[in-house]
């Protein structure tokens, strides 16, 4: 008897035989039909049986990924790919299997969202002004409900401390500000039940009005010592948050920079993404002297969203408008760029139209990523990606 079989026949045996159950009702023909539909799901989402053989081993259930990798790259199934039911039960292992469910409903649009870096908290950032802090450990309970001040169209990016006392919210601004929410106190109204001290990134190298300039992305160095920012004025910032100013301006691209972050723990290196399509990799160590940036590593046919580092100065991850997210090694990076032309139709604005279908084949004839994962949406806004913290 199979496996499956037994496991559906969850009746004893002297009434299993009689097509009932002592304590519920059981008849045989819905145990056959519970039998075929176990059997149906068992043949579409499992791998192929020579697939499952691709490393000498005792059979166990799930199949080894590493097992069916290498069946698949010595063609033991005869197709030299995997099949659908076996992208079904790879996928099946790290991909979430349960909600979504309801959390929470505002009265405008969410922007921004976040875990911290444990998984434990999450951070939500919405257009009216609000920001919540829900407390994951406690059945998403609200941890901390701040009222932005100062906002200009929406909050545009949010990034925790390292110790989760505090939280720094951009807005298209040159002035993000920093709240205390390791305070006791729930509710925050900025400089009314506390304060929300402003921080500005303007610095004497800024020629632009000060009106224009935005922030995209801010984030936190692993130590909670300074904070870099990305702009609308084809900049990098470092701020200092012992001294309270601006240490650092990189006029860093040809166009918006959407996203920057550290690299590691030492805060030597620092990633950034723009519009004109390129990663960047910058060594603050060489930068006074240099004033370039180490590398440049290209594969984005569209504008880049947001950059994830995997903190180990090696690895980070990239969304771009193009609809694919790459995995880059900064090993692969050049030491400049050349000029790629756009694809598709230049009319095409990811605000408000979706991405056009030929495009979605077309690949960069320079492309320096290790990987590109495609199936997601890139629309409407800088769509962020994470790492997982289980896995970085």
């Not at 771009?320 to 790629?340: C, E, F, H, P, V």
Request: proline share 3%; net charge positive; charged share 25%.
């Amino acid at each position: 008897m199979s496996r499956s079989r037994k496991d559906v026949n969850a009746c004893d045996d002297g009434n299993a035989r009689g097509g009932t159950c002592s304590k519920e009702v059981c008849s045989e023909s819905s145990d056959y039909l519970n039998h075929d539909i176990a059997q149906l799901t068992k043949l579409r989402s499992g791998p192929h049986e020579l697939l499952s053989r691709g490393v000498q081993g005792r059979r166990r259930l799930p199949v080894s990924t590493l097992k069916m990798l290498v069946g698949r790259e010595g063609n033991y199934s005869g197709r030299g790919r995997f099949s659908s039911a076996d992208g079904c039960h790879v996928l099946s292992r790290y991909l979430p299997v349960n909600g979504p469910w309801w959390v929470d409903r505002m009265e405008s649009r969410a922007y921004v969202s976040q875990f911290s870096a444990d998984g434990s908290l999450f951070v939500a950032g919405f257009q009216t002004s609000h920001i919540r802090i829900y407390n994951v450990d406690r059945a998403w309970k609200v941890q901390k409900d701040i009222l932005a001040k100062s906002l200009r169209w929406t909050i545009t990016d949010t990034t925790l401390s390292p110790d989760q006392r505090f939280l720094v919210y951009a807005s298209l601004s040159p002035v993000v500000h920093i709240v205390n929410v390791g305070s006791a106190s729930t509710e925050s109204v900025a400089n009314i039940t506390e304060i929300h001290d402003g921080l500005d990134f303007i610095t004497e190298d800024d020629d632009d009005n000060e009106d224009e300039v935005g922030i995209f992305s801010v984030k936190f160095s692993t130590d909670g010592r300074e904070l870099v920012a990305a702009s609308n004025n084809n900049s990098i910032y470092v701020y200092d948050l012992e001294t309270k100013r601006p240490s650092l301006r990189i006029p860093a691209h040809k166009s918006d920079v959407n996203t920057v972050c550290f690299a590691d723990e030492t805060g030597h290196l620092i990633f950034s993404g723009s519009d004109d399509r390129l990663c960047k990799v910058w060594d603050r160590r060489c930068f006074v002297t240099k004033g370039k940036a180490a590398g440049v590593l290209m594969g984005h046919l569209e504008g880049i969203t947001f950059i994830d580092s995997h903190v180990d100065g090696r690895y980070f991850i990239s969304n771009g408008k193009d609809q694919t997210t790459k995995l880059w090694d900064i090993r692969k990076m050049s030491s400049n760029a050349k000029y790629t032309p756009r694809l598709r139709d230049p009319s095409w604005d990811y605000r408000w139209m979706d991405y056009p279908n030929h495009a979605r084949t077309l690949k960069h004839p320079r492309d320096q990523s290790l990987a590109t994962y495609k199936g997601h949406s890139v629309l409407r806004t800088l769509i962020r990606c994470y790492f997982s913290p289980a896995y970085r």
